[in-house]
């Protein structure tokens, strides 16, 4: 982890969803601050999105905006990588 640009917090409040590098990366968070041994990529960013991005609420789901000024596109990204990516 190199740092990275927060997304959106779980609606419980207990895991940061963050932009690093080329994924978005989540991370649970307790009482004492991150736990970073927790962290683990949960999405894999497209290498020509540049542009802004969100993670949903139900943290399964990314919406993704690629392009510039003269185009932009909408990219849905479902299903999280969960575990098994852990870094």
Do not use: C
């Amino acid at each position: 982890m190199n740092g990275g640009i927060p997304v959106r917090w779980s609606p419980d409040g207990r895991r940061l969803f963050y932009r690093d590098g080329d994924s978005i990366s989540v991370v649970e968070v307790g009482p004492g601050g991150p736990m970073l041994s927790s962290r683990s990529r949960a999405f894999h960013v497209p290498s020509d999105v540049r542009g802004t991005f969100d993670v949903m609420a139900d943290g399964k789901t990314a919406i993704l905006i690629r392009g510039g000024l003269m185009y932009s596109d909408l990219v849905v990204v479902q299903g999280a990588l969960g575990a098994a990516s852990r870094q």
